[in-house]
């Protein structure tokens, strides 16, 4: 509206999230105090560049750094809105634990300049009832402030949870048009959210209370995984029967009320790979299909690295193209990757004969040091190696045609080339039936 006096907003950390969130916001008119631990990043956004690779990322904050909207340091200032959208991985405990440090820490910070009539949101993905445990760390640090939920009458500050949903790829678009699940911790905090969030959201927003908003997050994501894993595990008992994965889910979906997804190497990032045991750790006792189906999807990693090991050694002195580490197509984000630990087990194992294809990476991650792989392009692979093991479905992996891979051995996880050439009966195969 015209004369308008628009909130000023802090983001607090600028990883995959957090940046392209503080770059939407600002171009909405915003003004954003970006905040993040690792010099290196504000710096860097500060020149108007990005530490990440993301679609028309680049673009954005550039235009909005040069507007004077966006500017990142490494220390909370005062502002009207804080998002919080920092990491919540698992404590270092074996047990897939969460750790929520990094989410009490931000908040402690916040506390340090909140004022009354601001508002707290956090969107990092959480176990249920963090929202609530981040309201607390706050009272604790600011008792002259009156809490949502905990004192009576009108409370100085607003708390609300909405987690984003967005694919890697097209997070820009996604921040802007999915719907979103604002979670309040009073109704009153969850329409103070719901303001802030119609500024610069198209998708619906639909209201509710934190902890329901919390593991509607992870209930997505759990969804999700128990998809996967039938799709996976369906594909290690095709490969045990000597049947194409593919073509039978093919002709499976092709019933009005089939949908099965894809199978892959696994399952990995940020997210489908961790939340689900969000909900096992706060529900041991009640959630036995949810952490079967996260047993399945860690199994299809070993099963596809028994597979590529079996080809490798049946090709011995051949060179061997795994190709990408991405968790999905066409990103650099290799968080929880299958694909990635496929690629550096082989490595391990067959050192130098092992060569790395991933286009949006410029060196390999550490765990290759000292393996004797080697990161080279798709064309070098395909003049020089004999064996190639499809781990990410990149579009530059999918263009290539079979004139020049009809030669190869190809083990691919992904279905790219359906029009591989396959004996009649692989190898290993018939070994097994063998041996059964």
């Known amino acids: 509206m015209r004369g308008e006096t628009l909130p000023t907003v802090s983001v607090i950390g600028l990883g995959y999230i957090g940046l392209p969130t503080a770059a939407i916001i600002a171009r909405s008119g915003m003004k954003v105090h970006g905040v993040d631990v690792t010099p290196s990043v504000v710096d860097t956004i500060n020149r108007g560049e990005i530490h990440i690779e993301e679609v028309d990322l680049d673009g954005l904050v550039h235009g909005v750094v040069q507007r004077g909207l966006l500017k990142a340091s490494l220390e909370v200032a005062p502002a009207d809105v804080f998002v919080i959208a920092v990491p919540t991985p698992f404590a270092k405990d074996g047990k897939h634990t969460p750790d929520i440090s990094y989410v009490l820490e931000a908040a402690k910070n916040v506390a340090r300049v909140l004022k009354p009539g601001d508002t707290i949101i956090l969107e990092s993905t959480s176990p249920v009832g963090t929202t609530a445990q981040m309201r607390d760390m706050i009272a604790s640090q600011r008792p002259d402030l009156a809490m949502p939920g905990l004192t009576e009458g009108t409370p100085d500050v607003a708390i609300a949870y909405c987690p984003e949903r967005v694919l890697p790829g097209r997070i820009l678009e996604e921040l802007t048009n999915n719907d979103r699940s604002i979670g309040g911790i009073t109704p009153r905090c969850a329409r103070k959210a719901l303001a802030f969030y119609k ?8 209201t509710t209370d934190a902890a329901s908003a919390e593991m509607t997050k992870l209930v997505e994501n759990a969804y999700r995984d128990t998809n996967i894993a039938f799709a996976n595990e369906l594909s290690i008992v095709a490969d045990s029967m000597g049947l194409d ?3 039978v889910i093919r002709l499976a979906n092709r019933h009005p009320r089939v949908n099965i997804l894809n199978p892959g190497p696994g399952v990995g990032g940020h997210c489908i790979a961790v939340d689900p045991w969000f909900i096992v750790n706060g529900a041991p006792e ?3 299909l949810i952490r079967t189906a996260r047993g ?21 002195g051949a060179r061997v193209a795994c190709l990408g580490l991405a968790f999905k197509a066409n990103i650099d984000d290799f968080r929880e990757s299958p694909a990635r630990l496929v690629a550096a087990t082989l ?9 790395i294809v991933e286009p949006y990476a410029a060196e390999l991650p550490i765990e290759f040091t000292d393996t004797g792989a080697e990161l080279i392009d798709v064309d070098t692979a395909l003049e020089t190696c004999d064996v190639m093991v499809v781990l990410v479905d990149h579009d530059v992996f999918k263009s290539v045609p079979l004139a020049e891979r009809a030669d190869k051995q190809v083990y691919d996880t992904r279905g790219i080339w359906p029009d591989q050439p396959r004996p009649i009966v692989e190898p290993a195969i018939e070994e097994r039936r063998r041996a059964g």
């Open 245 to 247: 994965v593919w073509e």
């Open 296 to 316: 399945v999807n860690d199994a299809k990693i070993h099963h596809v690295i028994a597979r590529a090991a079996e080809l490798v050694e049946a090709n011995p």
């Open 347 to 355: 490595a391990r194992r067959f050192g130098d004969r092992i060569k």
């Open 199 to 206: 500024r610069f959201v198209r998708g619906t927003c639909v």
């Open 286 to 288: 009640h959630t036995p």
